[in-house]
């Protein structure tokens, strides 16, 4: 089964970014408790909150900003810039030692989120192979369940035995090498794409 290049790296992305992140979910808590002046496990589900609160701030009124420009191109845009915050976050958490610090990181990660959100499920939509689309979705679906759990698994144990640094930086990597993998769908996008166009996209990396 041929799947089309810009679908192949769009599930790419997902599952190393997804893994970056897994990496150091299951001991965040523990971070924030024990690494952090006055962290508590409050704090996380603060934390958690601020994520969603400025993810949702900011993602629909940008998704109708990208909606007015029917090209790819802004999507990429937006893609890219919102991989890049996306990416520092486990780069910032090394330096977090106060609640106010993980406040703010977090924060960027919802922004981050939103910009990525609409533009990487626009162009999904219009990528999809004809006849195709449920195994496509499904593949993506997979890719991150298998990204987490493995990742999750490691991290555990590179926490144990190396630190919370060690899982933050090969968290940050995984993330960059996540969004490096979006650069590759650039020559595959359209300059124009008919309002409401979300057909199923002939494969022209062949």
Do not use: C
């Not at 150091?24 to 704090?43: D, N, R, S």
């Not at 900003?65 to 802004?74: A, I, M, P, T």
Request: proline share 4%; no cysteine; net charge neutral.
């Amino acid at each position: 089964m041929k799947i089309s290049h810009t679908i192949r790296y769009l599930v790419l992305s997902d599952f190393f970014v997804n893994a970056g992140f897994s990496v150091f979910a299951p001991v965040f808590a523990i971070f924030v408790t024990k690494q952090v002046t006055g962290g508590t496990l409050e704090v996380v589900g603060f934390g958690a909150a601020i994520v969603q609160i400025f993810k949702i701030a900011v993602e629909l009124p940008l998704a109708k900003l990208l909606d007015r420009n029917h090209g790819e191109y802004d999507d990429f845009y937006s893609l890219m810039f919102g991989s890049v915050l996306i990416a520092l976050v486990p780069f910032l958490y090394l330096f977090a030692t106060q609640v106010s610090h993980i406040y703010l990181i977090e924060a960027i990660y919802g922004v981050g989120i939103a910009f990525v959100a609409p533009p990487w499920y626009a162009i999904f939509s219009r990528h999809l192979d004809k006849l195709q689309e449920s195994f496509e979705w499904t593949l993506d679906s997979v890719s991150i369940g298998l990204g987490a759990a493995g990742a999750a698994a490691g991290g555990g144990f590179l926490a144990s035995h190396f630190g919370f640094h060690t899982v933050f930086i090969v968290g940050g990597i995984l993330a960059i090498f996540g969004g490096a993998m979006q650069m590759r769908i650039y020559s595959h996008l359209r300059a124009r794409v008919p309002k409401g166009d979300i057909l199923p996209q002939p494969d022209r990396s062949a």
